[in-house]
């Protein structure tokens, strides 16, 4: 599966921004969902997962309550919506594809997209 992360850009801090990739070249209902992250200098880090049909998501603790992923079958495409972001959330966000949600989470084995740069100024 092919997938294209976008809509990365520059916001302040307390600010929103919203992510999509578009997944395509396999049936996108036979793939969980995720986003990774990973800032400077660092490790890639799971950020959100969905399962193949929505029905269970799975966050990071320093995401919880900020960030929403959600997928729309329709469009072959899944979403993260990222509120009261800080510098700390600064880094590229990668989307990611696997046929099983723990494999995603635990960022195994998955299909990944090119990356998109989020950057958030204090």
């Known amino acids: 599966v092919q997938l294209q992360a976008s809509g990365g850009g520059l916001v302040q801090a307390g600010g929103s921004l919203a992510l999509s990739c578009a997944a395509s070249?396999?049936?996108?209902?036979?793939?969980?969902m995720g986003w990774f992250r990973q800032a400077p200098g660092k490790e890639r880090q799971f950020v959100v997962a969905?399962?193949?049909?929505?029905?269970?998501?799975m966050y990071a603790d320093s995401v919880k309550g900020r960030f929403t992923i959600s997928r729309d079958s329709a469009e072959n495409k899944v979403y993260l919506q990222m509120n009261s972001l800080n510098p700390e959330d600064t880094a590229v966000y990668y989307c990611?594809?696997?046929?099983?949600?723990?494999?995603?989470?635990?960022?195994?084995?998955?299909?990944w997209g090119q990356g998109t740069q989020v950057t958030v100024s204090s």
């Open positions: 969905i399962s193949r049909f929505g029905g269970t998501t």
């Open positions: 990611a594809a696997n046929r099983d949600l723990r494999s995603v989470v635990a960022g195994r084995n998955n299909y």
């Open positions: 070249g396999r049936t996108f209902g036979n793939y969980a």
